[in-house]
């Protein structure tokens, strides 16, 4: 009986590349920005991504866009989840504020772009300008996704 063997070879990763933003837009403004500047269609994602950790149940926005010319998919990601947590302490009602974010190593980025399917650094370098050209957004750069550990929240 042959036998055959996996490697991990044979699992191919996916192909994507990772675009930072800094921007204190909220999500639906970008997403309607990045349309206008880069001839995108982003639209609300039908689900959101949702975490729970240490009991916590966390949800990071999603922008979607499939692009039939080029054959990609991008996505517009929130970086930060809010929640307000109330206290009631004798009348006194009290807020605090805690935040997750999806990738906490890269806390201050506020949004992710991710294009999956394989880019070439010309068309990355274009949209970048792009973006960067949008009065609200402060900067925009490629991210190596390689160096992130939190990089599986990614896959979906």
Aim: proline letters at 1%.
């Amino acid at each position: 009986m042959q036998i055959h063997a996996l490697s991990l070879n044979d699992f191919c990763e996916e192909q994507y590349t990772l675009i930072g933003i800094h921007t204190t837009l909220e999500d639906y403004r970008l997403a309607y920005l990045l349309n206008k500047n880069l001839d995108t269609k982003f639209s609300k994602s039908k689900s959101d991504l949702e975490f729970s950790k240490n009991g916590e149940q966390s949800t990071f926005s999603v922008y979607n866009y499939t692009s039939k010319k080029y054959d990609f998919e991008w996505f517009l990601i929130a970086n930060s989840f809010k929640k307000e947590n109330q206290t009631d302490i004798s009348q006194l009602l009290l807020t605090a504020e805690t935040r997750t974010y999806l990738i906490p190593e890269k806390k201050k980025i506020d949004y992710f772009i991710k294009i999956s399917g394989e880019t070439t650094n010309s068309y990355v370098s274009k949209k970048l300008d792009k973006i960067k050209n949008i009065e609200q957004v402060i900067t925009a750069y490629p991210i190596d996704k390689n160096t992130l550990k939190s990089k599986d929240y990614l896959i979906f």
